[in-house]
T-cell receptor, first 115, second 111 residues
Framework: ETGVTQTPRHLVMGMTNKKSLKCEQH?????MYWYKQSAKKPLELMFV???????ENNSVPSRFSPECPNSSHLFLHLHTLQPEDSALYLC??????????????FGPGTRLTVT | GNSVTQMEGPVTLSEEAFLTINCTYT??????LFWYVQYPGEGLQLLLK?????DKGSNKGFEATYRKETTSFHLEKGSVQVSDSAVYFC??????????FGRGTSLIVHP
């Protein structure tokens, strides 16, 4: 595997379910990000991790819980979601979160549908 | 705070037409500027970047010049192809952990 991978690619869950999204980067980067992409809305940054420490939490509801066990893996744990949480969830990585010149590398996303 | 403004589109062109997608920004200091492209069913990927004033980023026939005096980073291509149909995002990174993205511009190229 190369680049940034995300699993699953598609997920349908009920409002009472608990599920997790997984992201893995194979680039040796130190920063990882979760984004939410909804139709007709701007890209929303949810969380930023730098060297496994969460450095930004962009006012995200507590039903979304991130976890970064090491610099290569990032999870987003989901519970009691709402239909408006249906969206494409994108994971990204970069060499360092605090350096402005580094670009981000994105995974293909997980298409989440909450029923 | 930082912000990026770009036209939402869709921009509809015929093949081989000239493309311009405008991007202007607000930021303190000296941010780095990026253009990302998102093809249907995929994540975003870097198209080009510029890290200081007057730098020109270029890739796959696309170009953009970092203009500090007009706070702009317009994307151009001399001759678009059907395969360029995608959504294009202007972004900046400056002085914080948080990248700032524009709302994206959809480009549709007809044969």
């Amino acid at each position: 595997e190369t680049g940034v991978t995300q699993t699953p690619r598609h997920l349908v869950m009920g409002m009472t379910n608990k599920k997790s999204l997984k992201c893995e980067q194979h680039l040796g980067h130190n920063a990882m990000y979760w984004y939410k992409q909804s139709a007709k809305k701007p890209l929303e940054l949810m969380f930023v991790y730098s060297l496994e420490e969460r450095v930004e939490n962009n006012s995200v509801p507590s039903r979304f819980s991130p976890e970064c066990p090491n610099s290569s893996h990032l999870f987003l744990h989901l519970h009691t979601l709402q239909p408006e949480d249906s969206a494409l969830y994108l994971c990204a990585s970069s060499q360092a979160a605090g350096t402005d010149t580094y670009e981000q590398y994105f995974g293909p996303g997980t298409r989440l549908t909450v029923t | 705070g930082n912000s990026v403004t770009q036209m939402e589109g869709p921009v509809t062109l015929s093949e081989e037409a000239f493309l311009t997608i405008n991007c202007t920004y607000t930021a303190t200091g000296y941010p780095s500027l990026f253009w990302y492209v998102q093809y249907p069913g995929e994540g975003l990927q870097l198209l080009l970047k510029a890290t200081k004033a007057d730098d020109k980023g270029s890739n796959k026939g696309f170009e953009a010049t970092y203009r500090k005096e007009t706070t702009s980073f317009h994307l151009e291509k001399g001759s678009v192809q059907v395969s360029d149909s995608a959504v294009y995002f202007c972004a900046l990174k400056g002085g914080s952990y948080i990248p700032t993205f524009g709302r994206g511009t959809s480009l549709i190229v007809h044969p």
